[in-house]
């Protein structure tokens, strides 16, 4: 249990187009969810936290107008990467907390790996 | 959250324990020391987490100092798909919290 999965696992665009990334939990309801960027041999830094239903927190110096983040349902949130640069290209990853008896932990998806040409 | 120390790289051999130190002086009494690890181009993987007493699973035990300034993670029996950074971070028992990611120590199993 406590799957949580990442379409699409790689992805290519051209600058300025846009790019959605879904993270889903699989096997349990989600009620938090969390968005990170990992950039090469760096660690990751988190972009976002999505609660179901209500707006995302965002971290300092992410932009919430280019990082959109929707949460609409327990097992589904998205992260669209709207105009996207070369200095977007990155790992992303989401994670979700489970909302029963693990509720301690967060699972990380597989992550997202977006390169813009 | 309270800061975490971490050395940067450690190499082990294959079939030994590697033992991964973390220092966290700074932790608060409702924090937890949790352990992660992420294997080259993959999400975190979660490992064990721990309050105050040492905690066994199938993955790993989680050996914390009596003051709580410090911790260890040992992996008994090293393979090479051991192979990863671990993460070594606190915060409290609340998965609806967020994680704040250190850099990590670099694991090497040596064949």
């Known amino acids: 249990g406590a799957v949580v999965s990442q379409h699409p696992s790689w992805v290519i665009c051209k600058s300025g187009t846009s790019v959605k990334i879904e993270c889903r939990s699989l096997d349990f309801q989600a009620t938090t969810m969390f968005w990170y960027r990992q950039f090469p041999k760096q660690s990751l830094m988190l972009m976002a936290t999505?609660?179901?239903?209500?707006?995302?927190?965002?971290e300092q110096g992410v932009e919430k107008d280019k990082f959109l983040i929707n949460h609409a349902s327990l097992t589904l949130s998205t992260l669209t990467v709207t105009s996207a640069h070369p200095e977007d290209s990155s790992f992303y990853i989401c994670?979700?907390?489970?909302?029963?008896?693990?509720?301690?932990?967060?699972?990380f998806g597989p992550g997202t790996r977006l390169t813009v040409l | 959250d309270a800061k975490t120390t971490q050395p940067p790289s450690m190499d082990c051999a294959e079939g030994r324990a590697a033992n991964l130190p973390c220092n966290h002086s700074t932790i608060s009494g409702n924090e937890y020391v949790y352990w992660y690890r992420q294997i080259h181009s993959q999400g975190p993987q979660y490992i064990i987490h721990g309050l105050k007493n040492n905690e066994t699973n199938e993955m790993a035990s989680l050996i914390i100092t009596e003051d709580r300034k410090s911790s260890t993670l040992i992996l008994p029996h090293a393979t090479l798909r051991d192979t990863a950074v671990y993460y070594c971070i606190v915060r409290v028992a609340n998965g609806n919290e967020k994680l704040t990611f250190g850099t990590g120590t670099r694991l090497t199993i040596i064949p």
């Open positions: 994670s979700a907390s489970h909302s029963g008896v693990l509720y301690n932990e967060q699972f």
């Open positions: 999505s609660n179901e239903g209500s707006k995302a927190t965002y």
